[in-house]
């Protein structure tokens, strides 16, 4: 039952941006990679976007890089995802997720993560 919240999903314009974030008050984040992933109708969950909390390091797909930012607030235990120039492509279920295997250094795969959110949707309006 131990699951995060994902908020500030919504529907935007092509070309517009948008920020979500992920927050866990009932367990802090760890010090360790934190990742964003998307899932969009009738495909398989993939990877966006990670950060190692304890020197800053990003991981971006090729897809987003240029266009998203990961940022994590480690007091208030709040991930951060900031969206720009988006596409209709970019629809899509956003999950935050914590990575708990294979951690010493990025992995963008999914078997590696847990502590999944319920993802926030964000939707292209065209």
């Known amino acids: 039952q131990v699951q995060p919240r994902e908020s500030g999903g919504g529907l935007v314009q092509p070309g517009g941006s948008l920020t979500i974030s992920c927050a866990d008050s009932?367990?802090?984040?760890?010090?360790?990679?934190m990742a964003w992933f998307r899932q969009a109708p009738g495909k398989e969950r993939e990877f966006v976007a990670a950060i190692d909390a304890l020197d800053g390091d990003t991981d971006y797909s090729d897809s987003v890089k240029g266009r998203f930012t990961i940022s994590r607030d480690n007091g208030e235990s709040t991930l951060y995802l900031q969206m720009d120039s988006l596409r209709p492509e970019d629809t899509a279920l956003y999950l935050c997720?914590?990575?708990?295997?294979?951690?010493?250094?990025?992995?963008?795969?999914?078997?590696?993560?847990?502590?999944w959110g319920q993802g926030t949707q964000s939707t292209d309006s065209t």
């Open positions: 009932r367990r802090p984040f760890h010090n360790y990679v």
């Open positions: 997720a914590e990575c708990v295997r294979s951690c010493e250094a990025f992995t963008r795969g999914l078997a590696n993560y847990g502590y």
